[in-house]
């Protein structure tokens, strides 16, 4: 069982007059005292705070298919980035308006409803966008903004992020809480220290994109689908036998984009092949024990712009009823649901359980993994997936829809570049991980013990990794 003592004076001296036991848990109250010996300030005190534009300033039916202007979501806030998968774009006449919700470079933006305490920094590419109600802007004033942003990721940054939460059914963060958060204030060469960490980092998260986008071009190329542009014809004519044969009458199914995309895997020089034929499907189930953990992957967890995942760390009696598979590593997941959004990957570990949705694949002929999770991924691919969708507001496909799919039989040389640029992209995008991990860690030793430990243990993690800073 775990308490707290706290004075009353200590209650009273809350503006809000808190008196929940989360609100002082041991946790919180120890990191607070830590901090007492060491040079501190609130939040208030060191940045500028922009409260998102609330209403129905920024709807869906204002998004446009290409625009240079951005709205950044909630969902788009990761951990130190905002994502760029899935980009909600805007016409410039929706983004002119609001200038006080111009993001600019070096912004920092924190999820105040639904996902809690994420926090990301706006980076130059970033400059033409505006930013959801559900996040707060933090413009750094008085702190190197690539220190706060790691200082606020990091444990103590996040218990203290968190401690004013409120909400049932959504939980939320009020500004007030927001200002009262404690921020550790080390020497400045301490947090150009961390700011070389991070931006590391992030160089190696652009690497990764690179490599996986030189495996994208090169069978892109190679299928000559590299200027390939979709064209959705708004009226053709198609024979009864053809509704007949395929037992569908709806126009989607027969769009002559789609016949674009299958002749030019068809005519492939070396010859096509169905994934069935290619790949073996997997429906290895597992027996839930209710007090293990398990490490579960569903259709969020897989990253839409590379096929990385991360997993979500659940007992088994919390996991949902569609936990269905037992995932082992090598293996190629396909989303069934919105399969248009590219949620493919390949598994790399034996711990995971997946979702029921995913259709599972194991290499059993002379296609490698890699060249067929790139090419499941290309545009037109994608765009081929919507042909079988069935549903509205969920569609999905099958798993007899997927092994039906045309595979072209990549010539072995083409192959192995392909799983080559993979797999460093795994590593690559695995480094720049590690580095944000460490950044985090020597934040909280320089907390916990001094600086000087803290930057000598940062070395010492850095070079193990090989890498010069």
């Known amino acids: 069982m775990q308490y707290s003592v706290v004075n009353y004076k200590t209650v009273k001296e809350n503006s809000d007059f808190r008196i929940d036991g989360e609100y002082y848990h041991p946790a919180i109250l120890n990191r607070l005292n830590l901090l007492e010996g060491k040079n501190n300030e609130t939040l208030n005190n060191l940045v500028k705070f922009v409260v998102g534009p609330?209403?129905?300033?920024?709807?869906?039916?204002?998004?446009?298919?290409?625009?240079?202007?951005?709205?950044?979501?909630?969902?788009?806030?990761?951990?130190?980035?905002?994502?760029?998968?899935?980009?909600?774009?805007?016409?410039?006449?929706?983004?002119?308006?609001?200038?006080?919700?111009?993001?600019?470079?070096?912004?920092?933006?924190?999820?105040?409803?639904?996902?809690?305490?994420?926090?990301?920094?706006?980076?130059?590419k970033d400059n033409k966008s505006i930013f959801s109600c559900k996040s707060t802007l933090l413009r750094s004033q008085k702190l190197n903004p690539y220190y706060l942003l790691t200082y606020l990721n990091s444990p103590t940054g996040q218990i203290f992020s968190l401690r004013g939460k409120r909400g049932a059914i959504q939980e939320g963060l009020n500004l007030t809480d927001l200002k009262d958060i404690k921020v550790f204030i080390p020497s400045p060469d301490f947090q150009k220290f961390i700011e070389k960490l991070v931006k590391e980092s992030f160089n190696l998260l652009d690497g990764s994109k690179s490599l996986y986008s030189q495996a994208e071009q090169l069978l892109l190329s190679e299928l000559e689908l590299l200027n390939w542009k979709q064209k959705h014809e708004l009226a053709f004519v198609k024979n009864f036998s053809n509704a007949k044969e395929a037992d569908r009458f709806d126009a989607e199914y027969f769009q002559p984009k789609y016949e674009e995309i299958i002749e030019a895997v068809k005519k492939y020089k070396g010859g096509f092949d169905t994934i069935g034929e290619q790949f073996t499907l997997s429906k290895k189930s597992f027996k839930k024990i209710d007090d293990k953990e398990y490490r579960y992957i569903e259709i969020g967890c897989v990253n839409i712009s590379d096929g990385t995942m991360e997993a979500i760390i659940l007992q088994g009696l919390e996991l949902p009823a569609n936990a269905k598979i037992k995932l082992q590593r090598n293996d190629v997941i396909i989303s069934k649901v919105r399969p248009y959004r590219g949620a493919i990957g390949i598994v790399d570990n034996d711990d995971f359980v997946g979702s029921g949705a995913f259709t599972v694949l194991r290499e059993n002929g002379i296609i490698n993994k890699e060249t067929l999770m790139v090419f499941l991924r290309l545009k037109p691919l994608l765009d081929f997936s919507l042909k079988f969708n069935v549903g509205t507001s969920y569609p999905v496909i099958t798993d007899e829809d997927i092994l039906n799919f045309p595979l072209?039989?990549?010539?072995?040389?083409?192959?192995?570049?392909?799983?080559?640029?993979?797999?460093?992209?795994?590593?690559?995008?695995?480094?720049?991980?590690?580095?944000?991990?460490?950044a985090k860690r020597g934040v909280e030793m320089a907390i916990e013990k001094n600086e000087e430990e803290a930057g000598k243990w940062i070395d010492s993690e850095v070079r193990k990794l090989e890498i010069r800073i």
């Open 54 to 124: 609330f209403g129905s300033t920024v709807t869906v039916d204002k998004y446009v298919d290409e625009s240079a202007y951005r709205y950044i979501r909630n969902k788009d806030v990761n951990d130190f980035v905002i994502s760029d998968d899935d980009p909600a774009l805007i016409p410039e006449n929706v983004y002119s308006p609001l200038k006080q919700f111009h993001i600019q470079k070096n912004d920092l933006l924190l999820t105040v409803v639904g996902t809690l305490g994420k926090v990301a920094i706006a980076q130059e």
């Open 408 to 438: 072209p039989k990549i010539v072995p040389e083409i192959q192995n570049q392909i799983k080559e640029k993979i797999i460093e992209m795994y590593t690559t995008k695995s480094l720049s991980k590690s580095l944000l991990e460490i």
